[in-house]
Structure formats: structure tokens, C-alpha cells
């Protein structure tokens, strides 16, 4: 009988000696940027660990912290006082808890890929979220949280057909979903939109391509689970998508919808900015394997922006 005993927990250890990890070959080959948050999970004001650094990074470049705030080398590690408010500033944007601690949620949310346009410009947060609808448990969709660009810039009524292009080479399964988002947000506004030739080789308002790493506008891209794609208000026009994401068209596991992220950034270069609704197309993070439409809050928005 001990003899037998001995040997199944010999078998036990070798197995346990044996097991590795199943990871998807997505998280083996590319692993995501906004990786390094899973483990700072819990800190607060006054901590002072590895990876805080990271953390400020990442609170800059989506403009929720100046980088005058955090250029002192001695505490790139601190969690201080301007860290915590930047914390705070990002859980009100997005309907979380306002504690200024990265508590599951938070890290959770800031973890997702999204979209590579700052939340926040000049210290001046435009996502309109209700901290006290939150607080009181009625967050309803039905308020209108969407947001203009600084001044409302937008595209003059006249001409009303504005032509884009693709840059020569785009892959031919980003055409037709990026075709539909214009065609999806015409239904609200008084433009017609139209395609031209690759935009080498003729003029167009609104100019479209994949680009990677540092792609010299000043706004690299950091890879897949990232940042996937940024755009410009008006009149600027141009709309860049990360080339290495895992891209589909529709919903598939694993992947990010083409046509989603399209109108989402149609929707900044129309001229809105990011939306506090978590329907709305306009909400900065984007889910794998899911698709997105327009939503009351987005159409209230645009049509609001141009209304005569």
C-alpha cells in the first residue's frame, strides 16, 4: 500500500515539474504594452515600487498627467499626489470609483487597447462622465455625455461631398468597413462622402492608412493590445490604424473589428472627442472579438456639432 502511495505522488510531482502555462500564441509572440499595470494593482498614494514609472507614463500620454509632473528621477517610482489625482481624473471619465487607488477595475479598464487619442488636452478633461451619477448608482446612457474638440472645429457646410483615400498598399479588407463608417455617419450629417484613387495621386479631405512604430507624426504606436489607431479633428483628415494589431472584419475571438475602430475615428475627424457612455462609439476602449455601432449619444453629438 505505501508503495503505491509512493508512486502516485511521484507521478504528481513529475507532472507538476512538467506543466507550463497554456498560453495563446498571441500573448507568447505579443504581449500587450498595457501589460505591465496587472501587476500594480492595489497601489495607492505614498507607494513606491517598480513600474510606477510606467504607470505615469502611460497616465501622460493619454494627458492625464504633464510630463513637468513627472520629471523628478529620484520619485519616478513614487505613487504621489499627482498620480493619485490623475487616477481619480481617469475613474471619473470612465465611471469608476473615484478612490485614486488602482483597484481591480481600474487596471482592468486601463488595460484594454483603445484608441490613441488623449483623453484629456491642456490639463482640460473633456470626457463629460457624472461623478455623482455614478455615486448614486444611476448612470444612465440617456444623459448626453459626448464631447467637441477644443472650439468645436467641423467641416464647412460647403462643398457638401468630402472625398477620402487610401494610402497605396492598404490592405483590401480595411476598404469596405471604413467605407461603411463614412456611409453610417452621412445618415446624421449634411455631407455626402466619396472615395478617391490612393492619395498620392489625388486630393482628398480625409487620408487613410497603416502605419507602425514611430510613423513621423510625433505619435508612435506601441504594438498589439496598444494603442490601435488615432486620428485628427478637423480639417486635419488624417486617420492611421496600427498595422500590427490582430485585425478582422467583424467579430472574431482574439481580434479587433476593423469597422469598429473606423468609426470610431471617422467620429474624432467629424469632430467629436471621446465619450464617458460605454455604448457609445465614442467610448475610447475597444473589446476584442466584438463589433460596435453608433449610439444614441454619438448621433445626439454629431448632430448637435452641426446643427446650423
Not at 492598404?170 to 484613387?197: C, H, L, M, Y
Not at 504606436?221 to 486635419?236: E, I, Q, T
Given at each position: 500500500?505505501?508503495s503505491?502511495?509512493?508512486?502516485?505522488?511521484?507521478?504528481?510531482l513529475?507532472?507538476?515539474?512538467?506543466?507550463?502555462?497554456?498560453?495563446?500564441?498571441?500573448?507568447?509572440?505579443?504581449?500587450?504594452?498595457f501589460?505591465?499595470?496587472?501587476?500594480?494593482?492595489?497601489l495607492?498614494?505614498?507607494?513606491?515600487?517598480?513600474?510606477?514609472?510606467?504607470?505615469?507614463?502611460?497616465?501622460?500620454?493619454?494627458?492625464?498627467?504633464k510630463?513637468?509632473?513627472?520629471?523628478?528621477?529620484?520619485?519616478?517610482?513614487?505613487?504621489?499626489?499627482?498620480?493619485?489625482?490623475?487616477i481619480?481624473?481617469?475613474?471619473?471619465?470612465?465611471?469608476l470609483?473615484?478612490?485614486g487607488?488602482?483597484?481591480v477595475?481600474?487596471?482592468?479598464?486601463?488595460?484594454?487597447p483603445?484608441?490613441?487619442?488623449?483623453?484629456?488636452v491642456?490639463?482640460?478633461?473633456?470626457?463629460?462622465?457624472?461623478?455623482?451619477?455614478?455615486?448614486?448608482?444611476?448612470?444612465?446612457?440617456?444623459?448626453?455625455?459626448y464631447?467637441?474638440?477644443?472650439?468645436?472645429?467641423?467641416?464647412?457646410?460647403?462643398?457638401?461631398?468630402l472625398r477620402?483615400?487610401?494610402?497605396n498598399?492598404?490592405?483590401?479588407?480595411?476598404?469596405?468597413?471604413?467605407?461603411?463608417?463614412?456611409?453610417?455617419?452621412?445618415?446624421?450629417?449634411p455631407?455626402?462622402?466619396?472615395?478617391?484613387?490612393?492619395y498620392?495621386?489625388?486630393?482628398?479631405?480625409?487620408?487613410?492608412?497603416?502605419?507602425?512604430?514611430?510613423?513621423?507624426?510625433?505619435?508612435?504606436?506601441?504594438?498589439p493590445g496598444?494603442?490601435?489607431?488615432?486620428?485628427?479633428?478637423?480639417?486635419?483628415?488624417?486617420?492611421?490604424?496600427?498595422?500590427?494589431?490582430?485585425?478582422?472584419?467583424?467579430?472574431?475571438?482574439g481580434?479587433?473589428?476593423?469597422g469598429?475602430?473606423?468609426?470610431?475615428?471617422?467620429?474624432?475627424?467629424?469632430?467629436?472627442?471621446?465619450?464617458?457612455?460605454k455604448?457609445?462609439?465614442?467610448?475610447?476602449?475597444?473589446?476584442?472579438?466584438?463589433?460596435?455601432g453608433?449610439?444614441?449619444?454619438?448621433?445626439?453629438g454629431?448632430k448637435?456639432?452641426?446643427?446650423?
Amino acid at each position: 500500500m505505501a508503495s503505491k502511495v509512493l508512486s502516485l505522488l511521484f507521478i504528481c510531482l513529475l507532472l507538476t515539474l512538467s506543466y507550463k502555462p497554456v498560453l495563446t500564441d498571441s500573448d507568447q509572440q505579443n504581449p500587450s504594452p498595457f501589460g505591465f499595470l496587472q501587476s500594480l494593482i492595489g497601489l495607492k498614494k505614498g507607494d513606491r515600487v517598480k513600474g510606477v514609472q510606467d504607470l505615469k507614463k502611460y497616465l501622460q500620454q493619454f494627458g492625464y498627467l504633464k510630463s513637468t509632473q513627472t520629471s523628478n528621477k529620484e520619485d519616478a517610482d513614487l505613487f504621489d499626489e499627482n498620480t493619485e489625482y490623475a487616477i481619480k481624473t481617469y475613474q471619473i471619465n470612465f465611471n469608476l470609483q473615484s478612490s485614486g487607488i488602482l483597484d481591480v477595475e481600474t487596471v482592468s479598464t486601463m488595460s484594454q487597447p483603445r484608441c490613441g487619442v488623449a483623453d484629456i488636452v491642456n490639463g482640460s478633461t473633456r470626457m463629460r462622465a457624472s461623478h455623482e451619477m455614478h455615486q448614486h448608482g444611476n448612470s444612465n446612457n440617456s444623459h448626453a455625455l459626448y464631447a467637441f474638440f477644443p472650439g468645436k472645429p467641423r467641416w464647412p457646410f460647403f462643398p457638401r461631398t468630402l472625398r477620402y483615400a487610401f494610402k497605396n498598399g492598404t490592405r483590401g479588407d480595411a476598404i469596405k468597413p471604413v467605407q461603411n463608417g463614412f456611409a453610417r455617419w452621412s445618415w446624421f450629417i449634411p455631407f455626402k462622402f466619396e472615395p478617391q484613387p490612393p492619395y498620392q495621386r489625388a486630393p482628398a479631405d480625409f487620408h487613410i492608412s497603416f502605419e507602425t512604430g514611430d510613423h513621423g507624426d510625433g505619435h508612435p504606436f506601441d504594438g498589439p493590445g496598444g494603442k490601435l489607431a488615432h486620428s485628427y479633428p478637423p480639417r486635419d483628415g488624417r486617420l492611421h490604424f496600427d498595422a500590427s494589431e490582430k485585425w478582422s472584419v467583424g467579430a472574431v475571438p482574439g481580434s479587433i473589428d476593423i469597422g469598429t475602430v473606423a468609426l470610431h475615428e471617422i467620429g474624432h475627424m467629424l469632430g467629436l472627442d471621446h465619450s464617458s457612455v460605454k455604448d457609445a462609439i465614442m467610448y475610447p476602449v475597444v473589446t476584442r472579438g466584438r463589433t460596435k455601432g453608433l449610439a444614441n449619444d454619438d448621433i445626439r453629438g454629431i448632430k448637435a456639432l452641426y446643427a446650423k
